[in-house]
Structure formats: structure tokens, C-alpha cells
């Protein structure tokens, strides 16, 4: 089940009584917990009926007699176990769960692991409980998650504003929820978010990036790219080596894709690439300026001084230095 199913279910008033979140993604777990910490309640109700546990200093004894204590003054209580990945003995809540109290909301967030599925505590979660599992983003789903999120704020973004956002903070999603938050406000009443505001309010240049750099590279503008990876090396924390070359392959690898496709019009070759169509004819552009055979050497290239960057056969060049040879290798015809 996912957070926005469970919430879904609470706002209409269906509980369960035990609920475990679990895995890689914090974002997710955070909805949930937070939404049974503040809203499941009436702020009336609060002060008898919600009990939250830390697993650090939490042991099992406590959090099952909180669990069975009945409500006071309300329908249901609710009792919250955070950061439960570190408490001792965790199995042995599940002499509870597997016979909890209907009048108890148990909430357990378990973050960054997951549950032995082959132990009893597992089995008995998935017969007698709400499983929640969680795992990162892939960066493919981050435009399509991100401009959905923007909706949700009331606003519109643009399609390289977009691009800008999600290549400058990756798959953090907690801290792409605050920064649309942060545009929110400062908007001063405009709907839409552009580059400007990108570099204004978040701070990354709309000149001077990842996605400018990519660019550059797929028209073989040499000039433009120096100046940017100059700009990089004048700034190391605007865009590390680690960053680019992985954002440049995966570029490359969909520009490789449009060679095994049947003469595509743009919308079936931006659906097959699982870009956003405004961008299609870059894609497109650097196919036509690299070749089939430029493309290859590309991602050799990319693969190559990936294991320089990280000491393999490096010498002694510093990151600006490998990326600017790098970029005349792959721009030489």
C-alpha cells in the first residue's frame, strides 16, 4: 500500500491497527508518520491518546502496554514507534501485532531496512498489518514526481526550470518538497516557476550547470562547454565530477536508444527515451552531429574517465582538467 492510499484511508476514516513503513525512502515514511502524529487526532484528544516511542530508547515492555491501554474521552489512540530500526528486541513486538487492539493505531517507522521476510515478525505483519515499503526514486520518475508535487502547491513549472531542479538536488525528495515550499513564498503571487527563480531562490545558475553543460556537449559547442566546466572548477560544490559524468552517460545511452528506433516522429521518440518532449530535439540534434559511431565513443569515454575520477589510471589531473580532455577526445571527429 502506498502513503498517499493509507492517508487516503485515514481521511476517510478507516484504521487498521497496526501499520509498519519501512525501507530506503524517508520521504514516504515521513507523510505517514506525520499525518498520524498531527491529523489523526483532535487537538482535544491529543494530550491522552497519543504515546511516541524512539527506538533508541524504547524497549518492547513499554511499547506493548502503551499499545494495549484502551482510549480515554476518544474513539482510538494512537501510538507511534520512530526510528525503530534501532531498538533491541524489536522482534519480540509481534505477540502483539499478531493479536493488537482494534481501538490502537500502531505506527512503526522503520527506516532504511526492511524486515527479514522469512522471520515470524514478517509473516505476521503481512497477515495482520499495513506494510509499507519504500525504496529511492529512480531518476527517470523524478520530472514526472516533481512537477506533480509543484501541482499540488497550486503552481506551474517550466520545463527547464524543472530540468534545473531535479538535476541540482537529485532524488532528495524531503528537500525538493521544502525548496517548492521556499518558491511558494516567494512567488509573490506568480503561478509559474521559472529558470530565474531556480537561480534566485535555490541557487543554482541557470548558466552555469549540469544540464547547460549536457547541452553544450550534444551541439558540440566546445566554447560554451569550457566555460562551464571553468565555472565548476571556480565552484567545485556547484557541479562535482561525480555528478556530471553519471548525468552525461545516462544522456548519451538515450541518445544511443534513437538509433534502434524506425524513423520516430518526436512524440514516440520522447515516449521511448522517457524524456520530457520539449527536449526531444536535442536528443535528436546530437544523434544527427555525433553518429552512431560518435555515440559509442562517448560512453567509452564517459566509462573511462568515470575510473580516472576516481583514481584509476588518473596521474595527477584535478577533475576540471580530466573533464575538459575529456570533452575535446569526445568532440574530435
Known sequence: MSAEKIIGEWKKGVFKPVYWLEGDEPYFIDQVVNYAEHKILAEAEVGFNLTVFYGKDADWPS????????????????????????????????GYIENPLSSTVFVVSYKDKKVDGRSKLAKTLKAKGEMLSTKK????????????????????????????MVDHIGNDLSRIENEIEKLAVNLAGRKNITEEDIEQYIGVSKEFNVFELQEAIGRKDLSKTIRIIQYFEANPKAAPIQLVLP???????????????????????AAALGVNPYFIKDYLSSARKYDYTGVEKALFLLHQYNLRSIGVHNGNANDAALLKEMVVKLMAN
Not at 502503551?66 to 531498538?87: G, H, N, T, W
Not at 531518476?139 to 503552481?155: A, E, I, R, Y
Not at 544522456?251 to 518526436?266: A, C, H, I, N, W
Open 63 to 94: 511499547v506493548v502496554n502503551a499499545c494495549r491501554r484502551y482510549p480515554m474521552f476518544a474513539e482510538r489512540q494512537v501510538v507511534i514507534l520512530k526510528e525503530a530500526q534501532q531498538m533491541r528486541d524489536i522482534e519480540k513486538l509481534e
Open 137 to 164: 526514486m529512480y531518476d527517470n520518475q523524478l520530472p514526472d514526481f516533481v512537477s506533480q508535487m509543484v501541482q499540488q502547491h497550486g503552481l506551474g513549472i517550466n520545463p527547464k526550470a524543472l530540468m534545473l
Open 247 to 269: 548525468a552525461l552517460y545516462n544522456y548519451f545511452s538515450k541518445v544511443f536508444m534513437l538509433y534502434g528506433l524506425q524513423s520516430p516522429d518526436e512524440k514516440s521518440a
